[in-house]
């Protein structure tokens, strides 16, 4: 069973960084494609960034290209999001998301496994 845990949200003011942590139990963390999405209140989850398990490519959300940067430690079963310039339209509960499967989705459906969830709170 695969286990996957977010930390290091919390509140900051607009401009200001965060960076984001999934740690995944198993073995096999280096086959799976990783992703970051986010649900802000009354809103859907969207996509937000993910990262392929064979060459390390990476899709971004057009609205945080340039402020967002989305890495994989294999060594440390652990994929991060490095958030710089935040805006108040970041605020979100941000969730990690696994998928062994071959195709990098950008979309939120067909992710195996997910993360609880961590606040990112944004201030004006």
């Known amino acids: 069973q695969v286990q996957l845990v977010e930390s290091g949200g919390g509140s900051v003011q607009a401009g200001g960084s965060l960076r984001l942590s999934c740690e995944a139990s198993?073995?096999?963390?280096?086959?799976?494609?990783m992703g970051w999405f986010r649900q802000a209140p009354g809103q859907e989850r969207e996509f937000v960034a993910v990262?392929?398990?064979?060459?390390?490519?990476?899709y971004y959300l057009d609205s945080v290209k340039g402020r967002f940067t989305i890495s994989r430690d294999n060594a440390k079963n652990t994929m991060y999001l490095q958030m710089v310039r935040l805006k108040p339209e970041d605020t979100a509960v941000y969730y990690c998301?696994?998928?062994?499967?071959?195709?990098?989705?950008?979309?939120?459906?067909?992710?195996?496994?997910w993360g609880q969830g961590t606040q990112v709170t944004v201030s004006s």
């Open positions: 998301a696994a998928d062994v499967g071959f195709t990098l989705k950008t979309t939120t459906s067909g992710w195996e496994y």
């Open positions: 198993g073995r096999t963390f280096s086959t799976w494609n």
């Open positions: 990262i392929g398990w064979n060459n390390g490519k990476t």
